[in-house]
RNA sequence: GACCCUAUCGUCCAGCGGUUAGGACAACGGACUUUCAUUCCGUGAACCCGGGUUCGAUUCCCGGUAGGGUCGCCA
C-alpha cells in the first residue's frame, strides 16, 4: 500500500537561505529523486513584515544555483496550489472551521485562537530518531504547571506556523516529512492537530541540526551560514551540494567526492546520520578545489565566462583556442571563482595591475631590468611561427646558462613583467599563450618601470 | 527548570561483542617544483565518566556528565 511519496521544502522568506535549510532542502529532493517521488516548494510567507519578493527569490536562486529543482510549486505550478501561504488564507479558514465544528479551538482573552492540546502520551516513529514518546500530561515546571494551548491564529487574523503547516501537509498530500531536528520537539503538538483534523500524520524524518565551528546551532552571522556568500565567492555548486551531503549521511567506503545523482541512488532516510555536525569551512573548500581540478574544461569555461564578463573583462574579443588556452593554464591553481579576474586580466587586456610587492622585490631588483632586457633581446631572435613552451624554454635557459646565472634569475622579473604577480601559471605556458608581441612589449616596459 | 535528541581523533564520516579502532579535512615534517597550487610520502591525534550484562565491551543496558534542541502571537 506505499502512495507515491511527496516531500516538501517549506521555508519562510527571510531574505537569507541558511546552509542548514539548503540541506534540508538537498535532503528533501534527494529522497524524492530516490523513490521516483515529487518534491513541492512551498513558501511559508505568513510574517507579512519581512514577506518580499527578493526574499523569495533568493530561496529560488538559492535552490537553483545549487541543481535542486522542485516539481511542483511557484513557478512550475502544480494541483495542489496556491504554494504561497499568504495566498491560501480561503483554506485555512475551512480547516479552523473544522476544529471548531470538534470543539477543539477557543478564543483567549486577547482574542487568538488557540487549540486545546490534549494532554496524553504520543508515541512517534520518527525515521531518523526511532521511536520518540513524549508525555504531555506531565508539567514543564515546578510550578505543576502545564504547557499552555497552542496559538495558531492572531487576533489580527493571521495564522501561526504550527497550524498552517499542518493544514498544508495535509491538503498537499505530503507523506514525508523531512525537516530539521529542532522541530521533533514540536512534532506531538503536530501530530494531535492532525488527528484533531481527522487526518493521518505524514511520516517523519528529524535530521541533525548544522552546528558552527563552536558546536553551537548555525547562525547567520557565522561562516559559511549564507547560500548566497559560495555563489558571491565563486564556489562550484555541486561541490557545495556534495560537502552538505556529507554532513549527516555517507556513501559508508570512504569517499568524499560523490555525485547527487549517486548519492540519490544510495539515499535513504534510516541512513541518516542522528547527532548534530558541525559545519568545516576548510573541507567544503578543499572539496570544492577536487571539484574544480577535475571538471572537464567545458564545464569550467561555462563557471568562468560569466565571472569573467562580470569583472568587465573582453573576453568576447578573442578566440577560443586563446580563451581556453588561458582558463586550462589556471584550471589548476583557482579555488574560488572570484579569484578569477585577479588571475587572468592580462591575458585580455594590456591594462592589468601590478602586485606591488612583486613590483618592489624583483622588477626592481638589482639586475632586473638589465635582465629583461637582455631576456626580451633574446626571445625576439625566436621566428615567430616557433613561439611556442619548448622554444622559449630553451631560449630562457641558453640565455641563463650564458649570463651564467639560475633560469629563476629570468623567470621571475619576467612573470612579474608580464602578468603584473608573482604568482600564476607556468611561466612559459604563460608567455607561449600571451604571444611574442606582446611579451616583448611587456618585458621592455617593465624594464623601465 | 521540564521535556526531547546526541556522545569514536580538533572537525566530518566509517567500524565492531574479540580490530595494530579505518578514511578525509585541518595541523606538522619531508619529497617534487620557475612562482603559486597540485601531487606523493610520512608523523601526531579519538572510542565522555561510572555501573551492569558477558569469557570479553568502544560496541548492548542503566545512571551521570556534557553538548544541542523545544517549551513564541518566529518559521
Given at each position: 500500500?506505499?502512495?507515491?511519496?511527496?516531500?516538501?521544502?517549506?521555508?519562510?522568506?527571510?531574505?537569507?537561505l541558511?546552509?542548514?535549510g539548503?540541506?534540508?532542502?538537498?535532503?528533501?529532493?534527494?529522497?524524492?529523486?530516490h523513490?521516483?517521488?515529487?518534491?513541492?516548494?512551498?513558501?511559508?510567507?505568513?510574517?507579512?513584515?519581512?514577506?518580499?519578493?527578493?526574499?523569495?527569490?533568493?530561496?529560488?536562486?538559492?535552490?537553483?544555483?545549487?541543481?535542486?529543482?522542485?516539481?511542483?510549486?511557484p513557478?512550475?505550478?502544480?494541483?495542489?496550489?496556491?504554494?504561497?501561504?499568504?495566498?491560501?488564507?480561503?483554506?485555512?479558514?475551512?480547516?479552523?472551521?473544522k476544529?471548531?465544528?470538534?470543539?477543539?479551538?477557543?478564543?483567549?482573552?486577547?482574542g487568538?485562537?488557540?487549540?486545546?492540546?490534549?494532554?496524553?502520551?504520543?508515541?512517534?516513529?520518527d525515521?531518523?530518531?526511532?521511536?520518540?514518546?513524549?508525555?504531555?500530561?506531565?508539567?514543564?515546571?515546578?510550578?505543576?504547571?502545564?504547557?499552555?494551548?497552542?496559538?495558531?491564529?492572531?487576533?489580527?487574523?493571521?495564522?501561526?506556523?504550527?497550524?498552517?503547516?499542518?493544514?498544508?501537509?495535509?491538503?498537499?498530500?505530503?507523506?514525508?516529512?523531512?525537516?530539521?531536528?529542532?522541530?521533533?520537539s514540536?512534532?506531538?503538538?503536530?501530530?494531535?492537530?492532525?488527528?484533531?483534523?481527522?487526518?493521518?500524520?505524514?511520516?517523519?524524518?528529524?535530521?541533525?541540526?548544522?552546528?558552527?565551528?563552536?558546536g553551537?546551532?548555525?547562525?547567520?552571522?557565522?561562516?559559511?551560514a549564507?547560500?548566497?556568500?559560495?555563489?558571491?565567492?565563486?564556489?562550484?555548486?555541486?561541490?557545495?551540494?556534495?560537502?552538505?551531503?556529507?554532513?549527516?549521511w555517507?556513501?559508508?567506503?570512504?569517499?568524499?567526492?560523490?555525485?547527487?545523482?549517486?548519492?540519490?541512488?544510495?539515499?535513504?532516510?534510516?541512513?541518516?546520520?542522528?547527532?548534530?555536525?558541525?559545519?568545516?569551512?576548510?573541507?567544503?573548500?578543499?572539496?570544492?578545489?577536487?571539484?574544480?581540478q577535475?571538471?572537464?574544461?567545458?564545464?569550467?569555461?561555462?563557471?568562468?565566462?560569466?565571472?569573467?564578463?562580470?569583472?568587465?573583462?573582453?573576453i568576447g574579443?578573442?578566440?577560443?583556442?586563446?580563451?581556453?588556452?588561458?582558463?586550462?593554464s589556471?584550471?589548476?591553481?583557482?579555488?574560488?571563482?572570484?579569484?578569477?579576474?585577479?588571475?587572468?586580466?592580462?591575458?585580455f587586456?594590456?591594462?592589468?595591475?601590478?602586485?606591488?610587492?612583486?613590483?618592489?622585490?624583483?622588477?626592481?631588483?638589482?639586475?632586473?631590468?638589465?635582465?629583461?632586457?637582455?631576456?626580451?633581446?633574446h626571445l625576439?631572435?625566436?621566428?615567430?611561427?616557433?613561439?611556442?613552451?619548448?622554444?622559449?624554454?630553451?631560449?630562457?635557459?641558453?640565455?641563463?646558462a650564458?649570463?651564467?646565472?639560475?633560469?629563476?634569475?629570468?623567470?621571475?622579473?619576467?612573470?612579474v613583467?608580464?602578468?603584473?604577480?608573482?604568482?600564476?601559471?607556468?611561466?612559459?605556458?604563460?608567455?607561449?599563450?600571451?604571444?611574442?608581441?606582446?611579451?616583448?612589449?611587456?618585458?621592455?616596459?617593465?624594464?623601465?618601470?
Amino acid at each position: 500500500m506505499t502512495s507515491p511519496v511527496r516531500v516538501r521544502f517549506a521555508p519562510s522568506p527571510t531574505g537569507f537561505l541558511h546552509v542548514g535549510g539548503a540541506r534540508t532542502a538537498l535532503f528533501n529532493w534527494l529522497y524524492a529523486k530516490h523513490t521516483g517521488g515529487k518534491l513541492i516548494l512551498r513558501i511559508e510567507d505568513t510574517d507579512k513584515a519581512r514577506n518580499t519578493v527578493e526574499a523569495v527569490q533568493v530561496i529560488y536562486d538559492g535552490l537553483k544555483w545549487l541543481g535542486l529543482d522542485w516539481d511542483e510549486g511557484p513557478g512550475v505550478g502544480g494541483d495542489h496550489g496556491p504554494y504561497f501561504q499568504s495566498e491560501r488564507d480561503a483554506v485555512y479558514q475551512r480547516y479552523l472551521e473544522k476544529l471548531q465544528a470538534a470543539d477543539a479551538v477557543y478564543l483567549d482573552d486577547k482574542g487568538s485562537t488557540r487549540f486545546k492540546l490534549p494532554r496524553k502520551p504520543i508515541v512517534m516513529e520518527d525515521l531518523v530518531c526511532g521511536r520518540v514518546e513524549v508525555d504531555r500530561s506531565k508539567p514543564i515546571n515546578p510550578l505543576g504547571d502545564l504547557e499552555p494551548d497552542m496559538t495558531i491564529r492572531r487576533p489580527d487574523g493571521s495564522w501561526i506556523f504550527h497550524f498552517v503547516n499542518v493544514v498544508d501537509d495535509i491538503e498537499m498530500g505530503i507523506t514525508h516529512v523531512i525537516r530539521g531536528e529542532d522541530h521533533l520537539s514540536n512534532t506531538p503538538k503536530h501530530i494531535e492537530l492532525y488527528q484533531a483534523l481527522g487526518a493521518t500524520p505524514p511520516l517523519f524524518a528529524h535530521i541533525p541540526l548544522i552546528l558552527n565551528r563552536s558546536g553551537g546551532k548555525m547562525s547567520k552571522r557565522d561562516q559559511g551560514a549564507s547560500v548566497q556568500q559560495y555563489i558571491d565567492d565563486g564556489y562550484v555548486p555541486e561541490a557545495v551540494a556534495n560537502y552538505l551531503c556529507l554532513l549527516g549521511w555517507s556513501p559508508k567506503d570512504n569517499r568524499e567526492k560523490i555525485a547527487l545523482d549517486e548519492v540519490a541512488s544510495l539515499f535513504e532516510l534510516d541512513k541518516i546520520n542522528r547527532r548534530n555536525a558541525a559545519f568545516d569551512p576548510d573541507k567544503c573548500f578543499w572539496l570544492n578545489g577536487q571539484y574544480i581540478q577535475q571538471m572537464p574544461l567545458e564545464r569550467f569555461r561555462a563557471l568562468c565566462q560569466p565571472v569573467l564578463e562580470h569583472a568587465g573583462l573582453p573576453i568576447g574579443g578573442f578566440p577560443n583556442d586563446y580563451l581556453d588556452g588561458v582558463l586550462a593554464s589556471v584550471k589548476e591553481k583557482i579555488k574560488l571563482f572570484k579569484d578569477l579576474p585577479a588571475w587572468t586580466s592580462y591575458f585580455f587586456t594590456d591594462d592589468f595591475p601590478f602586485d606591488e610587492e612583486a613590483v618592489t622585490k624583483t622588477l626592481r631588483a638589482p639586475g632586473a631590468p638589465e635582465r629583461l632586457q637582455q631576456l626580451a633581446a633574446h626571445l625576439e631572435t625566436l621566428p615567430a611561427e616557433g613561439w611556442n613552451h619548448d622554444a622559449i624554454e630553451a631560449a630562457f635557459k641558453d640565455l641563463a646558462a650564458q649570463a651564467g646565472v639560475k633560469t629563476a634569475a629570468f623567470i621571475h622579473p619576467a612573470r612579474v613583467a608580464a602578468s603584473g604577480r608573482s604568482v600564476g601559471p607556468s611561466l612559459y605556458h604563460l608567455l607561449a599563450l600571451l604571444g611574442q608581441e606582446k611579451v616583448l612589449a611587456r618585458l621592455r616596459a617593465a624594464a623601465s618601470k
